[in-house]
């Protein structure tokens, strides 16, 4: 498994725009490579739910309710992933989750809390 820890997340009004970082700072640059990340949220009373994944391979797959609002993007060399959100609704209120999958499972951060509200 795979130390993951988030960050950058805060309040910001609707509208506006934040980017959330996963490092996985006790990794070795190969073992980050060989895994697919995610960006999961869940918000209060509702399922976790998958918001970006990036393949080893940088394929990118974003769910319909943040399609062309949320970048996701990984930096190899650094062993860091980011979701770059724009255009933030209140509806994006939640924690966000790091996910990493690789060879031997999957690994979760501790989750960075994103609120919209004005």
């Known amino acids: 498994q795979v130390y993951l820890v988030e960050s950058g997340g805060g309040l910001v009004q609707p509208g506006g725009s934040l980017r959330l970082t996963c490092a996985a700072p006790?990794?070795?640059?190969?073992?980050?490579?060989?895994?697919?990340m995610a960006w999961y949220r869940q918000a209060p009373g509702k399922e976790r739910e998958l918001v970006a994944q990036i393949s080893t391979g940088k394929s990118t797959e974003y769910s319909d309710s943040v399609k062309g609002r949320f970048t996701i993007s990984r930096d190899n060399a650094r062993k860091r992933m980011y979701l770059q959100m724009s255009s933030l609704k209140p509806d994006d209120t939640a924690v966000y989750y790091c996910?990493?999958?690789?060879?031997?499972?999957?690994?979760w951060g501790q989750g960075t809390q994103v609120t919209v509200s004005s």
């Open positions: 006790r990794a070795i640059t190969s073992v980050f490579n060989s895994h697919n």
């Open positions: 996910n990493a999958v690789g060879p031997h499972g999957a690994s």
